[in-house]
């Protein structure tokens, strides 16, 4: 019952990843009606602004090590540290919620780049050229986070507040230890889900966005210029995709193919949720989140040996087959 | 002259909705007989279930005897119902010629024929009536344009030669001559009058009246999925439960 | 209007045409850098790939992300056979080709229940869940991470039977070694098969099967009331592009027998979706010169490094020079994927037509808007 439970715990975090992404792809294809195949390199990049802004924060001198005394060692010291000392340490342990403030804006001015360079330009243009310009996109945008950070893993970590374990046993009377930061992690998608719910449902733009989805014709003839609205969609997508990716760092060290990696999950998770619905997207990925975790227990495995590597691809199959729709999705949006 | 087309007793309903309310209607076999009625009445519906695009919930749709409940569109074509949208529907991508030959080969081949050998362009039969159709529409001197490129006007009479040569037994039309002008629809009119003279069973939807009455021999009138009369031409003019029917009660 | 030129006569031309081309690259690649029987057993296997899945996409319209697994199927069953029955690769081939054709047939029968995007996801989920099962369940038959080898304890039962002697004999065609005329033999095998698949893809295109497929990518509600079941067609048109795919997967193990997972990843489907959309979609001869210039710039391009780059540049002064080469290094080398996804986005965007209809545009302003391609 406690590694059942813990499973569950375990498939928050990334069942949160998995929403967070395909709520972005489902605002995206609901409302401007692309399937966007770059989705996941944005995932990348957030993490990689998380790279980036560690990397600026701690360039380093090298200074003389005077612990060791039999050679003349250097080791790398922050600039941060030298001049502010405890404060320097401190605002480099804090560097991937620092560079949370610095991703927004980045993350928003991508996604607004994108939007108004390239996605435009196909909202007319058939499903399959949307999936191919965005695939070639994705492609590029990988490819340059590669020149400049190489291929390998690049290991984040989480401030010292929250890289510790929780132990959660004493709300519920078992004995149960946590990571702290893959529950931070848990509560921030959530955060973000309400956000953008809020956002929809409570402000007129919002509104505008909601109806969009539901009949774009009828918001055009009504004379709201949606296309303007399109770049803040698209912007406020971007925004999720890369702030999720971001916080994902300490949990999985980025690198230039995390993007792809996603990509295909997130819209199997789309799919199962029900294309067109927010609330279905959002439940979907958590729900294949925490069955792809519970799918590892070393139990269900020697039952179904390697269910855990294909529990997500079955599913999605059965319910493509036999509810198309979807979980949730709006009746008639791309039916045969 | 034999019923080619009987519906008895058809309901349908979306959700909560009653399209179709024990809708009865008889095509006799070689005549045109026109469905009238006001927007929302079900005519579409009705010929959606005609072709399979729909099923109804209870009910018969018999096609010469046959019941036509359940069988898949393409079946219902290759047994001899053909049907002419709203809206041109042909191959835009594909020259004339090749829009011809897609109905040509589903008429002598049947619903499906693994042929991955014989070319296209040297099937001589299938050529020769290519030729007499298209010609038969004045369309034969543009056979290797692309489908897409062509006006309105042709583009409907390049879905009418693809129904025409399959032969049909019953040509369902559904407002043939939707958002046409004047000219467009005389000229319309006149290929239609041509078509029937030659004995094909026409079905049309219409709510062009001068259309209708210069072609109907029978005219059924829909209004909230109920016919609410049926007869000749001048029998339907005065009626005044189709004057009731079009100008006053509630639109649906 | 200008009658149609594709004619029988037409055809014909374009067959003889490739076929010389193919025969003779040997000698045309050399100033290419690119006569070498491994590349050019690439091409044609990869040619091929890309000719078979061009039926499914350019013709009948649906995008498949998941045709890697058939190379990945037809692979393993061609090894199989190596480390069970023989080492010619005749009858490996034969079965890996079949078994690739069961597979299609049974995974299109399943994706094809739905169309659009949704058809695409199916086939992605489906890909991605034999590349699963490939590396990590079915390892007693893959061998998962590893991939299938061959080993001196297989059986290889027929050629014991007529004592072939020890060790791991090579893979041969009756006798003849793949490996034979300095390894051009393996590629003239492979370029039989390419030039028989083309001939093939032809037939398949001009026939009224291909009228159909292309009335199914233009307007597939029509057929339907024209009278045209679309299912079985739809389904034909997906197992002969799998049936192509197992046929490259055979060739790859025949030329090199080994069979690893990583040829079923999605991304690997991703390359021949860039190969057929680069060369020209629909076209006939369009993919598989997709096809040859991805692997060309695969392996020639991704050779470069910056070394030669600042040779090249060496006639500029020093400074200009090794900036050049700094900032051309990013698009070769390991950068050329880089240029890859730069050049297919263009594609997509200026000339959806690939590189056919790049060839056509120049066509027409050479020689007047009166002349038609005679490719479909």
Redesign the interface.
């Known amino acids: 019952m406690d590694a059942i439970f813990l499973q569950i715990l375990n498939g928050l975090d990334k069942g949160g990843a998995y929403a967070l992404i395909a709520l972005g792809l489902t605002l995206i294809f609901g409302t401007l009606g692309v399937v966007n195949f770059a989705h996941g390199a944005l995932f990348m990049l957030g993490a990689f602004c998380a790279v980036t802004v560690n990397k600026a924060i701690t360039l380093s001198a090298k200074v003389r090590d005077e612990s060791v005394t039999f050679f003349e060692a250097y080791k790398d010291v922050p600039y941060l540290e030298m001049w502010l000392g405890e404060t320097g340490s401190l605002i480099i342990d804090w560097s991937i919620p620092i560079s949370l403030v610095v991703a927004i804006p980045v993350m928003l001015g991508v996604g607004l780049t994108m939007e108004r360079g390239l996605i435009r330009h196909f909202y007319k243009r058939p499903h399959a050229d949307q999936i191919l310009v965005t695939f070639g996109l994705a492609i590029v945008l990988q490819e340059i986070v590669k020149a400049f950070y190489g291929a390998n893993p690049i290991p984040q970590t989480a401030p010292d507040l929250f890289s510790g374990t929780l132990n959660l046993g004493g709300l519920i009377g078992m004995d149960l230890t946590y990571p702290t930061w893959r529950l931070v992690y848990f509560i921030f998608s959530m955060g973000i889900i309400a956000a953008v719910f809020s956002f929809l449902q409570f402000t007129t733009f919002g509104m505008v966005v909601r109806a969009g989805m539901a009949d774009r014709e009828t918001v055009q003839l009504l004379g709201i210029n949606i296309t303007k609205r399109f770049s803040i969609v698209f912007g406020l997508a971007a925004v999720v995709s890369g702030l999720a990716g971001l916080m994902y760092t300490p949990i999985l060290p980025p690198d230039y193919h995390m993007g792809m990696d996603f990509l295909v999950l997130s819209f199997v998770v789309v799919v199962v949720g029900g294309m067109g619905s927010l609330p279905g997207a959002v439940a979907a990925g958590f729900l294949l989140g925490i069955l792809q975790s519970l799918a590892s227990m070393t139990e269900v495995k020697s039952i179904f040996p390697g269910i855990d590597q294909i529990i997500i691809y079955l599913i999605a199959m059965i319910v493509l087959l036999v509810r198309p729709r979807g979980l949730m999705g709006r009746k008639g949006v791309m039916e045969d | 002259m034999s019923n080619i087309l009987e519906i008895s007793g058809v309901n349908l309903s979306f959700g909560g909705l009653k399209a179709l309310d024990d809708v009865n209607l008889t095509v006799k076999a070689g005549t045109v007989h026109a469905i009238i009625g006001p927007n929302g009445a079900g005519k579409s519906t009705l010929l959606n279930g005609i072709?399979g695009k729909l099923a109804i919930d209870s009910g018969s749709i018999d096609f010469n005897g046959k019941s036509m409940l359940g069988v898949?569109?393409?079946?219902i074509?290759?047994l001899g119902i053909?049907?002419v949208f709203q809206t041109p529907?042909?191959?835009?991508?594909?020259?004339l010629?090749?829009n011809m030959?897609?109905?040509l080969?589903?008429?002598r081949?049947?619903?499906?024929?693994?042929?991955?050998?014989?070319?296209?362009?040297?099937?001589r039969d299938i050529l020769e009536k290519a030729q007499h159709f298209l010609d038969d529409m004045n369309l034969w001197?543009?056979?290797?344009?692309s489908a897409g490129s062509l006006s309105r006007g042709d583009k409907r009479r390049l879905e009418l030669a693809?129904c025409l040569s399959?032969e049909p037994k019953l040509l369902l039309l559904d407002e043939p001559t939707a958002g046409m002008a004047r000219a467009d629809t005389n000229n319309t009119i006149d290929l239609l009058k041509t078509i029937a003279g030659r004995g094909i069973t026409m079905a049309i939807i219409e709510h062009d009246m001068h259309v209708v009455f210069s072609l109907a021999e029978r005219i059924s009138v829909l209004a909230q999925g109920h016919v609410i009369v049926e007869g000749l031409p001048d029998e339907i003019k005065g009626d005044p439960r189709v004057k009731e029917a079009y100008l006053g009660g509630a639109e649906v | 209007m200008a009658k149609s030129t594709i004619t029988p006569r037409s055809d014909l031309t374009l067959f003889l045409g490739f076929t010389a081309v193919v025969l003779l690259m040997p000698l045309w690649l050399q100033p290419f850098g690119a006569a070498y029987p491994d590349l050019m057993q690439k091409f044609a296997i990869f040619g091929l790939f890309a000719i078979g899945f061009n039926i499914l996409f350019g013709q009948t319209g649906y995008l498949s992300f998941g045709h890697a697994a058939f190379i990945g199927v037809g692979s393993y069953a061609t090894v199989w056979v190596f480390k069970l029955m023989t080492m010619n690769v005749i009858p490996a081939m034969i079965f890996g080709v079949l078994v690739s054709g069961v597979f299609a047939l049974v995974i299109g029968f399943v994706c094809l229940r739905r169309t659009g995007i949704y058809f695409s996801i199916l086939t992605l989920a489906l890909a991605q869940m034999s590349y699963n099962l490939a590396y990590s369940v079915l390892t007693p038959i893959t061998n998962g991470e590893t991939g299938l080898q061959l080993t001196t304890k297989d059986p290889r039962l027929l050629d014991t039977a007529m004592e072939v002697g020890s060790g791991i004999p090579p893979t041969n065609v009756f006798g003849i070694e793949m490996s034979a005329w300095d390894g051009l033999f393996g590629f003239y095998f492979c370029a039989v098969f390419l030039i028989l698949g083309f001939y093939i893809s032809i037939r398949i295109t001009r026939s009224s099967f291909g009228s159909m497929l292309r009335g199914i990518k233009t307007n597939q509600t029509r057929m339907m009331y024209t009278g045209l079941n679309t299912k079985p067609y739809k389904l034909a048109a997906f197992v002969i592009s799998g049936m192509y795919a197992g046929l490259a997967g055979s060739l790859m193990a025949a030329v090199d027998p080994l069979a690893g997972a990583e040829r079923m990843q999605w991304t690997a489907s991703g390359e021949v979706v860039l190969m057929t959309i680069l060369g020209g979609i629909g076209t006939l001869v369009g993919p598989v010169i997709g096809a040859a210039v991805i692997k060309y710039a695969e392996n020639i391009f991704s050779a470069i490094d910056k070394s030669v780059l600042v040779d090249l540049f060496s006639f500029m002064p020093d400074a200009i020079g090794s900036g050049l080469a700094a900032v051309t290094s990013l698009f070769v080398g390991k950068g050329w994927h880089l240029t890859l996804g730069i050049l297919f986005m263009l594609v997509v965007i200026y000339l959806p037509g690939g590189i056919m209809e790049g060839i056509d545009r120049i066509k027409r302003r050479l020689v007047g808007k009166d002349h038609a391609s005679n490719d479909a």
């Not at chain 2, 898949?72 to 079946?75: A, F, K, L, W």
């Not at chain 2, 081949?109 to 099937?123: E, K, V, Y």
Request: glycine share 6%; no cysteine; aromatic share 6%.
């Open positions: 072709i898949q569109p393409h079946e074509n290759q053909s049907r529907e042909i191959y835009g991508d594909l020259t010629l090749e030959m897609i109905p080969l589903a008429h081949d049947g619903a499906f024929r693994l042929n991955l050998w014989s070319r296209g362009d040297q099937q001197t543009k056979r290797d344009v693809m399959q």
